[in-house]
């Protein structure tokens, strides 16, 4: 079962900031998703990757996959409140099981 | 059918009683996928099922816990015995073909009491 480690466990910044949330492990995936968690509800999907070294750009968020497709990184620029929640990547292997990270929880302040 | 559907949202049950969560998957979807969530953590997958088959239990305690999807109806996860470690959200998600984003439910949140 391969592990994928997120970072930061907690990030609180100010609204208008930037930020980079990351998403590592040692074994390759075959794709690769991010979803965003708010309280009380469960994960919505934002993006999937598939090719090494792909970027996914959503509104403000941009999403990268790594060349050999071990990791990704989230970035978001001029953070707002309503960005705030959990992110959570997950990734699959060649038998389509997909196993989540314990994700970044990301707070924005006005 | 707008998404997944998860049944009921909150459970309280008994310590030594059985819980029951249903799951209606997305329409057209066949892979169901149920997962456990403590308060402050992530997802820890338990059980993947399609019609009616058990494709990847391998999360899922040994004892007390079992999962169903029958040919018709909605997945079950049933845990029978409950303890007080058992309290958590349970989600479940649906994909159409496996592997390429799924759709969750908003959970079950279950107390043991």
Known sequence: ?110 | NAGVMQNPRHLVRRRGQEARLRCSPMKGHSHVYWYRQLPEEGLKFMVYLQKENIIDESGMPKERFSAEFPKEGPSILRIQQVVRGDSAAYFCASSLDGGWGYTFGSGTRLTVV
């Open chain 1, 1 to 110: 079962t391969q592990l994928l480690e997120q970072s930061p466990q907690f990030l609180s910044i100010q609204e208008g900031e930037n930020l980079t949330v990351y998403c590592n492990s040692s074994s390759v995936f075959s794709s690769l998703q991010w979803y965003r968690q708010e309280p009380g509800e469960g994960p919505v999907l934002l993006v999937t990757v598939v090719t090494g070294g792909e970027v996914k750009k959503l509104k403000r968020l941009t999403f990268q996959f790594g060349d050999a497709r071990k990791d990704s990184s989230l970035h978001i620029t001029a953070a707002q409140p309503g960005d705030t929640g959990l992110y959570l990547c997950a990734g699959a292997d060649n038998n389509n099981d997909m196993r989540f990270g314990a994700g970044t929880r990301l707070t924005v302040k006005p």
